[in-house]
């Protein structure tokens, strides 16, 4: 069965430092998502993207992230200057339209 | 409160038991999905029902949609062990929009 895949699994970083979070969706999808979950939270909305281009974006997702699909590929996720607050567990997530959501296994990032 | 709130917020059975899970929401949507995740990990979709459906099977799932209380109900009958995980309902509006809304969840605990 196809499966969305996410690297690294875990990321440990400084403050302030950026990250890059990877991910490569189902090759047939079209709209490709990134979520995160702070522990024990809710699983919230950071940005959609279809077409080669932002489709939606929440409030949370300001200028210091960024979003790219840099091959065809791969989907990544560019925090930059992290924060502690952005310490959470990333879910990549891909979907045919009207269709459920594939999601990734997660990294884990947490900024010291 | 926001779109896609389940009850109860926390469930504890006996395998072999039925496990029903709630989940309200507040505006028109297009489709109303439920997902599992085993702790740490991604989630999982389990079904998708859209607003013009009633019900809908899947295995030992079954999924329920009044879309005039603007609820949803999900049932596993004769649950298992393996069945312990949190379970969230997710919504898509009905404006076209990209992004999916997530309740909080429901964490199930089956003992064996």
């Known amino acids: 069965e196809p499966e969305v895949t996410q690297t690294p699994s875990h990321q440990v970083t400084q403050m302030g430092q950026e990250v890059i979070l990877r991910c490569v969706p189902i090759?047939?999808?079209?709209?490709f998502y990134w979520y995160r979950q702070i522990l024990g939270q809710k699983v919230e909305f950071l940005v959609s993207?279809?077409?080669?281009?932002?489709?939606?974006k929440s409030e949370i997702f300001d200028d210091q992230f960024s979003v790219e699909r840099p091959d065809g590929s791969n989907f990544t996720l560019k925090i930059r200057s992290t924060k502690l607050e952005d310490s959470a567990m990333y879910f990549c997530?891909?979907?045919?339209?009207?269709?459920?959501?594939?999601f990734g296994s997660g990294t884990r990032l947490t900024v010291v | 409160s926001q779109q896609g709130e389940e009850d109860p917020q926390a469930l504890s059975i006996q395998e072999g038991e039925n496990a029903t899970m709630n989940c309200s929401y507040k505006?028109?949507?297009?489709?109303l999905q439920w997902y599992r995740q085993n702790s740490g990990r991604g989630l999982v979709h389990l079904i998708l029902?859209?607003?013009?459906?009633r019900e809908k099977h899947s295995g030992r799932l079954r999924v329920t949609l009044d879309t005039s209380k603007k609820s949803s109900s999900l049932l596993i009958t004769a649950s298992r062990a393996a069945d312990t995980a949190s379970y969230f309902c997710?919504?898509?509006?009905?404006?076209?929009?990209?992004?999916?809304?997530f309740g909080a969840g429901t964490r199930l605990f089956v003992k064996a």
């Open positions: 997710a919504t898509d509006k009905n404006t076209g929009g990209f992004k999916t809304i």
């Open positions: 505006t028109s949507i297009n489709n």
């Open positions: 090759s047939n999808h079209l709209y």
């Open positions: 993207f279809y077409n080669n281009e932002i489709s939606e």
């Open positions: 029902i859209r607003s013009n459906e």
């Open positions: 997530a891909s979907r045919p339209q009207g269709y459920g959501y594939t």
